[in-house]
């Protein structure tokens, strides 16, 4: 009872986090106020996971560690997420910006938080599963106010858009897929609930894997997307969520 009190805690904080910078900061757009939030999250839950991953442990890529039980920073570091994605998850609703891969991501991670909240396992793989969504998350961020700044054109973006694109790749993908394998689909721990939500959130990855690539290619070969101006559209630019990304309206170059 008390993680539901404190998962509505998280949804309130960051509804309220978001409210106030809409007020205190009217002169900027929805949607600049919403990615501030967005990057606060990223940098919060990314510390929180890594050290709870990575110092208290367990360490996830072991067979032996992943499906147990939750302990309190799994459960700090969820929480914060859950409540994030839920204030996300509305507002995409309500802003209509995002199409059904992007709510079906939400809705998946949603539930998976909410889940091992309430079971009171796979904490292990769901922290690790926020290391490495969340590492790319201040590269994408700051990509996106580079653009609103008129930064972006330089050196300082194209660093930007080399780190998160090869984060994503490394991290993301490789590293993830020893996690998805080894230690989740080959661990006789984990229920077959979390290996079916780790399966959608990994073919997720690989849709947005395969947008970014297309930015990649078309940033090295200076092909711009029509429409796109004197910019190169960029498909990585697809939501604020570190390492989910897809070619969005409110995240159009």
């Known amino acids: ?45 990314f510390a929180v ?17 992943v499906g147990g039980k939750n302990n309190f920073l799994h459960e700090v ?18 802003m209509q910006t995002e199409g059904p891969l992007m709510l079906l991501h939400h809705l998946t991670c949603i539930v998976g938080l909410s889940v091992s909240l309430s079971w009171g396992v796979s904490g292990t793989e769901s922290v690790a599963t926020i290391v490495g969504s969340e590492i790319t998350n201040p590269f994408l961020q ?24 090869l984060l ?10 020893a996690l998805f394998y080894v230690s989740v689909w080959s661990s006789p721990n984990v229920t077959l609930f979390f290996k079916l939500g780790g399966t959608s959130l990994y073919a997720i990855s690989l849709v947005f894997l395969g947008q970014i690539l297309q930015f990649a290619y078309r940033k090295l070969s200076g092909i711009k997307r029509p429409g796109s101006g004197s910019k190169a559209a960029s498909a990585a630019n697809g939501t604020r969520n570190g390492a989910h990304n897809g070619a969005t309206k409110r995240k159009a170059a």
């Open 142 to 165: 700051a990509r996106w106010f580079l653009k609103q700044t008129g930064g972006y054109d330089g050196r300082l973006g194209r660093c930007v858009d080399v780190a998160f694109v």
């Open 49 to 65: 996971a890594s050290w709870s991953a990575f110092v208290t442990g367990p360490f996830p890529l072991r067979q032996d560690a």
């Open 1 to 45: 009872m008390y993680l539901a009190a404190w998962a509505a805690f998280s949804f309130a904080a960051w509804s309220s986090l978001y409210m106030s910078l809409s007020w205190f900061n009217s002169a900027r757009s929805s949607e600049w106020n919403c990615r501030v939030v967005t990057a606060f999250h990223g940098i919060l839950s």
């Open 77 to 94: 570091a969820m929480i914060i997420c859950f409540g994030y994605f839920l204030f996300d998850f509305i507002w995409c609703l309500s």
């Open 168 to 177: 994503f790749v490394v991290v993301r993908i490789g590293i993830g897929a």
